[in-house]
């Protein structure tokens, strides 16, 4: 069975994707006259916005069998197993991770290995986890 939690999205993310469109389609207006000045901004304030879209609209964490895949856009893919994960801490870090809120939990699997998400319903995403594997520890 798989579970998708998708991720919190705080409001300066969201205000962050409107910001870089408005600034898309007023540069275009304003450069309509210069074709190079308008191609060059056309191409990295387009790929920005699509990149800022794509990270909104695919940035989740699902729960397949005995795996946790923390996906974010294009950017970030990673999958690994539950049983690897030894400890699950809440914190609020604006650290960069596949996390649109800064209120985020961390996920410490193998020695040293830790990764920040932040899943819209924490409490089940994490009795989830715990079902899989009871010997997840809290902080």
């Known amino acids: 069975m798989e ?13 962050s994707c409107i910001a870089c469109a408005a600034a898309l389609v007023g540069s275009l207006f304003v450069c ?32 397949q069998g005995e795996t ?10 990673i999958t690994l197993p539950i049983s690897r994960i030894s400890e699950i801490t809440h914190k609020s870090t604006v650290l960069s991770s596949p996390a649109l809120s ?11 290995n830790l990764v920040y998400i932040s899943p819209q319903n924490q409490e ?5 986890l715990k079902s899989i594997n009871p010997r997840i520890a809290i902080t």
């Open 124 to 128: 089940d995403f994490i009795a989830n």
């Open 32 to 63: 309509y006259r210069w074709v190079w000045i308008l191609l060059i901004d056309a191409l990295s304030m387009g790929a920005c916005t699509a990149l800022l879209f794509d990270i909104l609209l695919h940035t989740d964490y699902t729960i």
């Open 68 to 77: 946790l895949r923390i996906r974010c856009g294009i950017l970030y893919n």
């Open 102 to 112: 800064a209120k985020r939990i961390g996920i410490k699997y193998g020695r040293n």
């Open 3 to 15: 579970i998708v939690y998708k991720s919190r999205v705080a409001k300066w993310y969201l205000l």
